[in-house]
Antibody, heavy 124, light 108 residues
């Protein structure tokens, strides 16, 4: 079964750091695209970052220079290192596979599956 | 950045009724559009990709249509488990692959 499980969320003070992990089963994070998406009541769903199978990374302007996406093939995990956290980074963070493949074609950016999400609260 | 506008914000319907949800893009995105369903306390779930193709395991009552800038998600006959929030998302270019603000389908 293809599955993603996030961990690492919690309460952190502004300016602090947090590392989120996303453990994958049923596929290899190294061979796929992995994305992070966050959700807040006020702003809905927002793309945060993606790492392609070749290693290329992209970030939303709101997190560029502060967040770093990576993957660890030894334990089949994707990670999001979040530094210089701000109050506005408070959200539920989801990881998701971002390459939906069938026998005939692959669709970049289509998110499936998603992890269950982990809550990050930035507050003093 | 491509902006997706969903309408209506809330749709109040009864079980068995037909639901029609709209998503409009600020510029042409061909058929690079996906739809997701999110139930309370759960992660979003992929329903439709490439504007009109149902994801694996998605019931046939869900259908998607459109291309360019105007897209529609139709639920032919609402089941109790379909009352949820629905999001569209464009996958045409990074950065970023933006989402619409969502349409809530609630029980009338």
């Amino acid at each position: 079964e293809v599955q993603l499980v996030e961990s690492g969320g919690g309460l952190i003070q502004p300016g602090g750091s947090l590392r989120l992990s996303c453990a994958a089963s049923g596929f290899s994070v190294h061979s796929d695209y992995m994305a992070w998406v966050r959700q807040t009541p006020g702003k809905g769903l927002e793309w945060v970052s993606v790492i392609y199978s070749g290693g290329t990374t992209y970030y939303a302007d709101s997190v560029k220079g502060r967040f770093t996406v990576s993957r660890d093939t030894s334990n089949n995990t994707a990670s999001l290192q979040m530094d210089s956290l701000r109050v506005e980074d408070t959200a539920i963070y989801f990881c998701a596979r971002a390459l939906y493949c069938l026998t005939t074609a692959c669709y970049r950016g289509v998110l499936d599956p998603w992890g269950q999400g982990t809550l990050v609260t930035v507050s003093s | 950045e491509i902006v997706l506008t969903q309408s209506p914000a809330t749709l109040s319907l009864s079980p068995g009724e037909r639901a029609t949800l709209s998503c409009r893009a600020s510029q042409s995105i061909s058929s690079d559009l996906a739809w997701y369903q999110q139930r309370p306390g759960q992660a979003p779930r992929l329903l439709i990709y490439d504007a009109s193709k149902r994801a694996t395991g998605v019931p046939a009552r869900f259908s998607g249509s459109g291309s360019g800038t105007d897209f529609t998600l139709t639920i032919s006959s609402l089941e109790p488990e379909d009352f949820a929030v629905y999001y569209c998302q464009q996958c045409t270019n990074w950065p970023p692959w933006t989402f619409g603000q969502g349409t809530r389908v609630e029980i009338k």
